[in-house]
Nanobody, 124 residues
Framework: QVQLVESGGGLVQAGDSLRLSCAAS????????MGWFRQAPGKEREIVSAISRRGDSIYYAVSVRGRFTISRDSAKNTVYLQMNSLKPEDTAVYYC?????????????????WGQGTQVTVSS
């Protein structure tokens, strides 16, 4: 089974950028489709972005489309989420997730393994 560790969160101002990283260890990283989710206080966990096992298919939630970019580096066993033009409504705990399948899913229950999460706070 793969283990996931997120990093890169922090406190920023609206309009700033952050890059989240999710480092994988254990089973080969290339075996998994990967997703980024977020959960704000009092809200359900929602998908932000996802990438297929081979990186040839990508999804972005409407709310982040054009501002966020997902990528994966198999040599480093890492998936990234570049977040630009951050807004206060992006404030949440961001989670990396792995799905033992070639294509990604859209729901939290589609994923098998989760990281511990990293806090992103965007001030206005």
């Amino acid at each position: 089974q793969v283990q996931l560790v997120e990093s890169g969160g922090g406190l920023v101002q609206a309009g700033d950028s952050l890059r989240l990283s999710c480092a994988a260890s254990g089973r080969p990283f290339s075996s998994y489709a990967m997703g980024w989710f977020r959960q704000a206080p009092g809200k359900e966990r929602e998908i932000v972005s996802a990438i297929s096992r081979r990186g040839d298919s990508i999804y972005y939630a409407v709310s982040v489309r054009g501002r966020f970019t997902i990528s994966r580096d198999s040599a480093k066993n890492t998936v990234y989420l570049q977040m630009n033009s951050l807004k206060p409504e992006d404030t949440a705990v961001y989670y990396c997730a792995a799905r033992d399948y070639s294509s990604f899913g859209y729901r939290p229950l589609d994923y098998d393994t989760w990281g511990q999460g990293t806090q992103v706070t965007v001030s206005s």
